[in-house]
């Protein structure tokens, strides 16, 4: 991508009150002998998004810790296997009653359901471990929101080619997120 073009697409987000984090920045397009780009995502196509969420390296490596110590045969913690809600407690532990701070998911799912017209019927799931969001999304806002386009893809080869039962959207470049969310992604 041109330094001029960045430029515009940072301008753009800042006179829109929002600012951006490009993500990917070296990716300028996406191409690939095994996949030929199809057509622009249309206003009626939706695409499904999983946001993942960062995980604090310090909660990381007590997890790692976790996980040697229940797997060695001499140490106390032996076979003592943490449940998927201690690992979600431990990685991505809910706010404190009464704190105005929000778990990750929730500002993102939050922050999603801010943008008019983005997410699909309102479907955004979060998963037991609290380390990603899933959503729907209205595939045309989407690409404002991601400042990108999307394209169809299909393989190139095997059956599938023939009948087109494989079709997956995806950025065709780089792609950015809001401030807003940005830090937890």
Not at 53 to 58: A, I, N
Not at 61 to 68: D, H, T
Request: glycine share 6%; proline share 4%.
């Amino acid at each position: 991508m041109k330094l001029s073009q960045v430029i515009l697409a940072l301008a753009l987000a800042v006179s829109s009150g929002s600012a951006v984090q490009i993500k990917e920045a070296g990716i300028s397009s996406f191409e690939h002998k095994s996949w030929v780009q199809g057509e622009r995502v249309s206003a009626e196509d939706t695409i499904d998004v999983t946001f993942v969420l960062h995980t604090c390296p310090k909660k990381r490596a007590a997890l790692e810790e976790k996980f040697w110590a229940v797997s060695n045969p001499k140490s106390g913690e032996y076979k003592k296997y943490l449940s998927l809600e201690q690992v979600a407690d431990l990685l991505h532990p809910m706010p404190e009653e009464g704190s105005e701070e929000l778990l990750a998911a929730d500002a993102v799912t939050r922050h999603l359901y801010s943008v008019d017209g983005l997410v699909h019927r309102r479907r955004t799931t979060m998963t037991k471990t609290r380390d990603m969001v899933r959503a729907t999304l209205n595939a045309k806002a989407a690409e404002a929101f991601f400042g990108t386009e999307l394209y169809h893809f299909q393989p190139s080869f095997g059956p599938a080619s023939a009948g087109g039962a494989i079709d997956v959207v995806r950025a065709s470049k780089h792609y950015s997120l809001p401030d807003e969310i940005a830090d937890k992604v």
